[in-house]
């Protein structure tokens, strides 16, 4: 399905606007086959030129070993597998595949105890945190990054630069499904163009937050979409006519934007374009939405998965190559705090779509 390259990590200007107000704390509490690379992915095509290696003189391989297994969002997987590469260099005896079965296909087999770690584009569920409860899983909730959902549009779409939440409704409400099929139909004088439509399919993390936001109730959608879990199928249908429109996580924008436009979006305060000062601020709202990994208590336990997890808040860069917003920088010593203590529980859980990220970051359950 995909071909396996060296991975391409757009480097995508990061704007500091988001301060953390209290120190992150959790509350008590409580897709498997390897994904290969994908060509048209963010995680793809990786130069090291960006590096230098006078710099970074290399590493004796570490004693460790073993598997750690990751699955679910496809939206986090770039950071994921991004970091696993790195990892590699000086870990070569640990091996880190990364699945991509969605985030809530994700959460089922991690709640099951078949993972040890989940990428999720959204906060655990009550339901999910209820089943890993039962199952004996204990999690411990680590923010990575700041992502913008970005409602993307064929490049010879040159009449729908902004859109309002009120027409985004318009175009993916239920009650559209077979009646709303030409972008006239969404305004007046857009030009009589069929519309096709692509997105997120039922069990991404994008999905639930897309149609939170933009139908006000998570799962409520037209049937009449293609819908996949694979982001790169809706980039290929996007970009396969002039009428189609799609939705996905702001790096694989980024990764195809020389063949897709990105509609700006008016969440009634003017059209805002989703760019990393924007994300970051919460000024482009309500798509702005943190992006996590769900890490197994016990896995955290073993050396290599610890040695794994704390490489990922150190190897923090990658979050900006693969396109997305990295967290403020006085973040990550109190994300690392949770990563020692390995405190389980959720501090995002029923957080609202649209809240302001610094908001989220700032929260603090105890």
């Known amino acids: 399905m995909m071909s396996k390259k060296n991975i391409n990590r757009s480097v995508f200007t990061f704007v500091a606007g988001v301060t953390l107000a209290a120190t992150l704390a959790s509350c008590s509490g409580s897709d498997t086959k390897p994904a290969a690379t994908s060509a048209s992915s963010p995680a793809a095509t990786q130069t090291t030129a960006a590096k230098d290696p006078a710099k970074e003189p290399a590493k004796a391989p570490s004693n460790l070993s073993g598997n750690i297994t990751v699955d679910g969002s496809s939206t986090v997987a770039p950071i994921s597998k991004a970091v696993a590469e790195d990892f590699a260099k000086s870990n070569p005896g640990v091996k880190v595949p990364v699945g991509t079965s969605g985030t809530g296909g994700g959460f ?60 985004l409704n318009t175009i993916w409400s239920p009650e559209s499904e077979g009646k709303i099929t030409n972008w006239n139909q969404v305004r007046p004088d857009f030009p009589s163009e069929t519309l096709a439509l692509f997105g997120a399919g039922a069990d991404s993390g994008t999905f639930d937050y897309f149609t939170e936001a933009v139908n006000k109730k998570e799962k409520v959608i037209r049937k009449d979409y293609q819908p996949s879990e694979d982001d790169n199928i809706i980039v290929k249908g996007v970009q396969g006519g002039k009428g189609a429109m799609g939705f996905f996580g702001v790096a694989y924008f980024e990764e195809n934007a020389k063949t897709l436009n990105a509609v700006e979006i008016d969440g009634g305060k003017g059209c805002v374009p989703p760019t990393a000062e924007n994300i970051n601020s919460g000024k482009y709202t309500p798509l702005s939405r943190p992006l996590f990994i769900y890490v197994n208590k016990k896995s955290l336990a073993r050396p290599e998965v ?3 997890v704390e490489y990922y808040f150190k190897d923090i860069k990658v979050v900006k190559e693969v396109g997305y917003v990295q967290l403020p920088a006085d973040a990550l010593p109190k994300i690392l705090e949770r990563v020692t203590s390995a405190k ?23």
Not at 347 to 353: D, I, K, Y
Request: aromatic share 6%.
């Open 108 to 167: 089922k087999k991690f709640c099951a105890g078949d993972t040890d770690i989940s990428n999720a584009s959204r906060p655990i569920k009550a339901k999910e945190a209820e089943d890993c409860k039962k199952n004996g899983v204990e999690f411990v909730e680590l923010p990575v990054a700041i992502d913008g959902l970005t409602v993307v549009i064929n490049k010879e779409n040159t009449w729908a630069k902004c859109l309002t939440i009120k027409e």
């Open 344 to 366: 389980a529980g959720s501090t995002f859980m029923g957080a609202e779509a649209g809240v302001p990220i610094s908001e989220l970051l700032a929260k603090d359950l105890k």
């Open 306 to 308: 610890k040695a794994f």
